[in-house]
């Protein structure tokens, strides 16, 4: 019925001119004739075959040989040539294991997940998240520039499309982790249209650490980098608390507390020594008062504890007004000692205390301390829950931040800076059974790396308070 044009309807065939429009231009479709195809196939064949022994040397060498072998030898030849082969790696495992781990193993893995798990899923992972480029209906991908592989991780180097901008990795890690079948994918901007994607093979992190051990001397306690757990790369997690301050954030049990015992764990033979002393104040009176033999001062309750803030800063100006015109950094002695305030819940003076004045003082002897402190000595260790700004506004004066298991997604940046999250610290996503995993920002990483605290038991602590109490320390 409304195919009659008594019905007033008239079919217009979707490329033909509509009356009005006599001329249409289109773009005139031209045959490509077979030569170029066929020469340009060609081209990539004989650039594949010359680029092949620069880009697998060992494996065009090992082809090579092994032919010559063959053409020189025959078949016996080939089986003396991989027998020997097959023993020279056999003795070079067993004798110099990390060597052929580096050499041998990573590479060949490399190479197979190279071929097995990126080029194969390359363009369908890319496309399907939003990564391939299309112009003048040609697609465009950024290019795997190679593959290298550590003990737990695949690094795929990859070169972008002109035009294109590393973000866009960036907000799709998630894609590219579950397109890859890794269990998460961190972005590292090597340079202009070079950036390198970082899938781990496994969870390095997934076991908890024991307390680490602490060296007899205290001339080997290193204040700028103190060990307090291990990274994602298997690598000491060395925190530096001379020079600076830094809070630890995360959800209840997230094991805040294994950061700031670890923390002090790292420095008892400087307190033992007297170089270094540790005011701790303990709202919670459950995380700081079992090691309270460690401290040389201590507080509990609202009013003692904003005290012992002030107490501290009235040290740091007298310690400052020494230095002032003589000295321009502060080295850690018996007379002048390296002092960490560690404040567990530090919401509890600054927002969640019901007295003004107690939250006044505690705010402006903290915001004192992290503004004057670090080069005369004074160091504050913060443990805080929620990181937002109505909890604690002078979360920006604390230089180094810690983020362990976080309640949203938006509280990432809030805690390692903007755009920390786009580069995969997904503090948020940290699986609530793997308490003390944390997100930090090291000295000379650009972007945040995953790491995990030592757990130090209250055994542990015993230990500890046992040697600095004998030395005076606490009395
Ligand atoms: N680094 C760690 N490794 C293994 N287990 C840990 C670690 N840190 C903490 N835990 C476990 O998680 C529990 C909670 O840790 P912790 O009390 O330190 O959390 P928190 O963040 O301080 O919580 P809250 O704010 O409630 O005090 C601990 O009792 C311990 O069993």
Same mark, same amino acid.
Request: proline share 7%; with cysteine; net charge neutral.
């Given at each position: 019925?409304?195919r &009659?044009?008594k019905?007033?309807?008239?079919?217009?065939?979707?490329t033909?001119?509509? $009356?009005?429009q006599?001329?249409?231009?289109?773009?005139?479709?031209?045959?490509? $004739?077979?030569?170029?195809?066929?020469?340009?196939?060609?081209?990539?064949?004989?650039?594949?075959?010359?680029?092949l022994?620069?880009?697998?040397p060992v +494996?065009?060498?090992?082809?090579?040989?092994?032919?010559?072998?063959?053409?020189g030898?025959?078949w016996?030849?080939?089986?003396?040539?991989?027998?020997?082969?097959?023993?020279?790696?056999l003795?070079w495992?067993?004798r110099? $294991?990390?060597s052929?781990?580096?050499h041998?193993?990573?590479?060949?893995?490399?190479?197979?997940?190279?071929?097995?798990?990126?080029?194969? !899923?390359?363009?369908?992972?890319?496309v399907?998240?939003?990564?391939?480029?299309?112009?003048?209906?040609?697609?465009y991908?950024?290019?795997i520039? /190679?593959?290298?592989?550590?003990?737990?991780?695949?690094?795929?180097r990859?070169?972008?499309?002109? /035009?294109?901008?590393?973000?866009?990795?960036?907000?799709?890690?998630?894609?590219?982790?579950?397109?890859?079948?890794?269990?998460?994918?961190?972005v590292? @901007?090597?340079? $202009?249209r070079d950036l390198?994607l970082?899938?781990?093979?496994r969870?390095t992190?997934?076991?908890p650490?024991?307390?680490?051990?602490?060296?007899?001397d205290?001339q080997?306690?290193?204040?700028s980098?103190?060990?307090?757990?291990?990274?994602?790369?298997?690598?000491?997690?060395?925190?530096?608390?001379?020079?600076t301050? @830094?809070?630890?954030?995360?959800?209840t049990?997230?094991?805040?507390g294994?950061v700031?015992?670890?923390?002090?764990?790292a420095?008892?033979?400087?307190?033992?020594?007297g170089t270094?002393?540790?005011?701790?104040?303990?709202?919670?009176?459950?995380e700081?008062?079992?090691?309270?033999a460690l401290?040389?001062?201590?507080a509990?309750?609202?009013?003692?504890?904003?005290?012992l803030l002030?107490?501290?800063? &009235?040290?740091?100006?007298?310690?400052?007004?020494?230095y002032?015109?003589?000295?321009?950094?502060?080295?850690?002695?018996?007379?002048d000692?390296?002092?960490?305030?560690?404040?567990?819940?530090v919401a509890?003076?600054?927002?969640? !205390?019901?007295?003004?004045?107690?939250?006044?003082?505690?705010e402006?002897?903290?915001?004192?301390?992290? +503004?004057?402190?670090?080069?005369?000595?004074?160091c504050?260790?913060?443990?805080?829950?929620?990181?937002r700004?109505?909890?604690?506004?002078?979360?920006?004066?604390?230089?180094?931040?810690?983020?362990?298991?976080?309640?949203?997604?938006?509280?990432?940046?809030?805690?390692?800076g903007?755009?920390?999250?786009?580069?995969?610290?997904?503090?948020?996503?940290?699986?609530?059974?793997?308490?003390?995993?944390?997100?930090v920002?090291?000295e000379? &990483?650009? @972007?945040?790396?995953r790491?995990?605290?030592?757990?130090?038991?209250?055994?542990?602590?015993d230990?500890?308070?046992?040697?600095?109490?004998?030395?005076? @320390? /606490?009395?």
């Amino acid at each position: 019925m409304l195919r &009659s044009s008594k019905a007033g309807a008239t079919q217009v065939q979707p490329t033909a001119p509509v $009356p009005a429009q006599t001329i249409r231009f289109t773009t005139p479709v031209v045959e490509t $004739p077979g030569i170029f195809l066929l020469t340009g196939w060609l081209w990539r064949i004989i650039r594949a075959l010359v680029l092949l022994p620069f880009q697998f040397p060992v +494996s065009v060498a090992a082809v090579a040989v092994s032919v010559g072998a063959y053409l020189g030898f025959g078949w016996l030849g080939l089986a003396v040539l991989w027998t020997v082969l097959d023993l020279g790696l056999l003795v070079w495992w067993r004798r110099w $294991p990390h060597s052929f781990k580096a050499h041998v193993a990573l590479r060949v893995l490399a190479t197979w997940r190279r071929f097995w798990i990126y080029r194969r !899923h390359w363009q369908p992972v890319l496309v399907v998240s939003g990564l391939a480029e299309s112009y003048l209906e040609r697609q465009y991908l950024p290019q795997i520039r /190679g593959v290298t592989c550590s003990a737990w991780a695949d690094r795929v180097r990859v070169k972008l499309v002109a /035009g294109t901008s590393p973000s866009e990795f960036e907000n799709r890690v998630a894609e590219l982790a579950h397109g890859f079948g890794a269990p998460s994918c961190r972005v590292e @901007v090597r340079g $202009p249209r070079d950036l390198i994607l970082e899938f781990p093979r496994r969870d390095t992190l997934a076991d908890p650490i024991d307390a680490l051990s602490v060296p007899d001397d205290p001339q080997d306690v290193d204040l700028s980098g103190l060990p307090v757990g291990i990274g994602q790369d298997g690598e000491p997690w060395k925190l530096r608390l001379h020079g600076t301050h @830094v809070l630890t954030v995360g959800v209840t049990g997230a094991g805040k507390g294994s950061v700031l015992w670890s923390a002090i764990r790292a420095m008892v033979p400087a307190i033992g020594k007297g170089t270094a002393e540790v005011w701790a104040i303990d709202p919670k009176r459950m995380e700081l008062s079992y090691g309270r033999a460690l401290f040389a001062r201590y507080a509990d309750a609202a009013d003692e504890a904003v005290s012992l803030l002030e107490e501290a800063v &009235s040290a740091m100006q007298e310690r400052a007004e020494r230095y002032a015109g003589r000295q321009r950094t502060h080295v850690p002695s018996v007379r002048d000692p390296f002092v960490v305030v560690v404040l567990d819940e530090v919401a509890f003076l600054t927002a969640y !205390h019901p007295d003004r004045d107690i939250r006044r003082r505690a705010e402006n002897a903290i915001a004192t301390l992290t +503004s004057q402190g670090r080069s005369v000595g004074f160091c504050v260790l913060a443990a805080l829950q929620d990181p937002r700004k109505e909890v604690l506004n002078l979360r920006n004066l604390f230089p180094d931040k810690i983020a362990l298991r976080l309640d949203e997604a938006s509280q990432v940046d809030m805690v390692l800076g903007d755009g920390a999250r786009d580069c995969g610290a997904n503090a948020h996503l940290i699986d609530p059974d793997l308490p003390g995993v944390a997100f930090v920002k090291l000295e000379g &990483s650009p @972007v945040p790396v995953r790491v995990r605290a030592a757990f130090v038991t209250d055994t542990d602590i015993d230990h500890m308070a046992a040697e600095p109490a004998a030395a005076g @320390v /606490g009395d």
